[in-house]
């Protein structure tokens, strides 16, 4: 039998490593990461809820801020403007959404916010939102220079 040299087995583990690395170092269904208790790794402060909040009433969107503070600690800021922008206020239309990402508890059964946006025909996107609306949009030129 033949040895194998030493730098091609170290090669080959720094090969195996760098895949790992490259790929997240696991594999996963294609369902979103689940939840903890909310979205965020910290709870929205009350300084991101009144920017959200500004923001959406600015874009035209008209929420509580008892509802999106709920709907912030559950899905994140993010998340939470997300809802009431594709939802545009109707409160049927957010259940459905929560639906959509909650799941029903089944095996892939939670959609990402990218599923969701594909399957309402909305822009995954929020930041036409909290950048101030489609004409305050990055890369769109003012009309009036």
């Known amino acids: 039998m033949s040895r194998i040299p030493r730098f091609a087995v170290l090669a080959a583990m720094f090969f195996v490593a760098g895949c790992a690395l490259a790929t997240g170092g696991s594999v996963t269904s294609g369902e979103p990461a689940p939840l903890a208790s909310g979205e965020e790794d910290t709870p929205p402060t009350a300084e991101d809820l009144a920017h959200a909040s500004e923001r959406l009433a600015a874009s035209g969107f008209d929420v ?4 999106l ?3 912030a600690d559950q ?3 993010g998340g939470a403007i997300r809802i009431v922008a594709w939802s545009d206020g109707d409160a049927a239309r957010m ?3 929560r639906a ?5 508890g089944t095996e892939g059964s939670r959609m990402g916010w990218g ?3 594909a399957e309402l025909g909305e822009d995954p996107g929020i930041g036409w ?3 101030g609306g489609p004409e305050g949009s990055p890369g769109e030129e003012d ?3």
């Not at 959509?100 to 029903?104: F, I, S, V």
Request: charged share 35%; hydrophobic share 40%; aromatic share 4%.
């Open 64 to 67: 509580t801020d008892e509802l």
């Open 69 to 71: 503070a709920e709907l």
């Open 75 to 77: 899905y994140g800021v």
């Open 95 to 97: 259940a459905e959404i």
């Open 100 to 104: 959509m990402r909650d799941g029903d």
């Open 115 to 117: 599923q969701i946006a």
């Open 129 to 131: 939102i909290m950048g």
């Open 143 to 145: 009309p009036d220079d």
